[in-house]
């Protein structure tokens, strides 16, 4: 690891001001980023740990909105949301295992936009609101790709705005070794439609299926999946699985959530 | 070098450290408490678990001065009192928890929570906590069987898997 300072604010405003040094880096629960600096594939000269910002953790619900502040960890919200959105409190607890559900947050899962992290998919499907220091942003114009979002640099995620579907379920196709999804569906239905996220699969990054959405929201039942496929060219190809082998999981996945959630 | 104070198994340390000063490198290197081990150094094995405030964290993955004020445990800090071995650590022993040892601190502190947050799990449920504590010797089933054992489960049906 390259040697740096690390700063650890108990304020928004502290922690921007931090991240306004040259090569400042916010540091969340550290279980990527930690990894990434002792890779020394990130080189700050000031990490700002976002840890001790009360003002950016914890779970509110309030009608028909979850929002869960950007520093709240995957223990925590799988804990505080098991009623008021049951398929986000599934995705958080099968995130890695408990010690990394200890420490690693949803902001910085989000602000990683790792291409087989389960949060996107929750984001994107429940159409949700990723809140800054200094704006919002629809999650459908937050995503760019694998590992890129829209954030500037210094910009905090402090809080993300989740609207409860009316019923919803996320199916992961663990890659044992990583326990990240090997391809992940979240599916959450809305009185104004079906919305669709695959996580794991495509090189771009999560993305909506918008023909399985379109033919769900038309009628809600596996049926109305029969016939639908993607095409295995620009799913991501590895040794654990091939683009097409992916391409094929999301559509047996995305019948199994509709199953889960009907 | 900014300095930290923290409770570490019971007692009141304080240091220096630099900002990338990892709890590992603290606790093995400062304070020669070698029981916390580094298999993977990347939050992936387990072999480096400790409790902070209570709550399991790989310590290969948390700055030292993130613990500023904490009270951090080793399993340095678990045995009892007087030195015996406590029920998880001596089921462990009973049950052939272990061969070479060095998944075993990670085990029996990630043990430790569970049993707190779930004192009677199922084998399932044993299973499923230790997801992130990787043993490369036992093919792990006697050390579901010793946590279950030590749970006070009755263990006489498992077979092996
Ligand atoms: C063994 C293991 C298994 C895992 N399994 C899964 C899994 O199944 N599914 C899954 O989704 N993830 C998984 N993860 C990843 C885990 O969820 C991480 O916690 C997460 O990706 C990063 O969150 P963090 O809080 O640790 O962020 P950090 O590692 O601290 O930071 C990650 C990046 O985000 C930036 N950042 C952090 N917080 C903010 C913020 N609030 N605003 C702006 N930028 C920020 C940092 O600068 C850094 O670039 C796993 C990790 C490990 C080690
Ligand atoms: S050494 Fe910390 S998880 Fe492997
Ligand atoms: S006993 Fe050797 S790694 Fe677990």
Redesign the pocket.
Known sequence: MYSFELEIPTTVADAVAALGKDEAQPLAGGQTLIPSLKARLAAPSVLVSLAQIDEIKGVTIEGGTVTIGGGTTHATVAAEVAEAYPALSYLAINIGDPAVRNRGTIGGSLANNDPSACYPAAALASGATIVTNTREIAADDYFEGMFTTALEEGEIVTAVKFPVPEAAAYIKFEQPASRFALVGVFLAKYADGVRVAVTGASEDGVFRWSEAEDALSNSFGADALEGLSLSGDGMISDLHGSGDYRAHLIAVLTKRAVKAAA | MTKVTMTVNGKAVSKEVSGNTLMTEFLRDELHLTGTHVGCDTSQCGACVIHVDGESVKACSIFAAEAEGASVTTIEGMANADGSLSVIQQAFQDYHG???????PG?VMSAATLLKDNPKPTEHEVREYLKGNI????GYHNIVKAILAASGQDVTGIAAE
């Open positions: 272990l061969q070479c040892g060095f998944c075993t085990m043993c490369r010797c036992t």
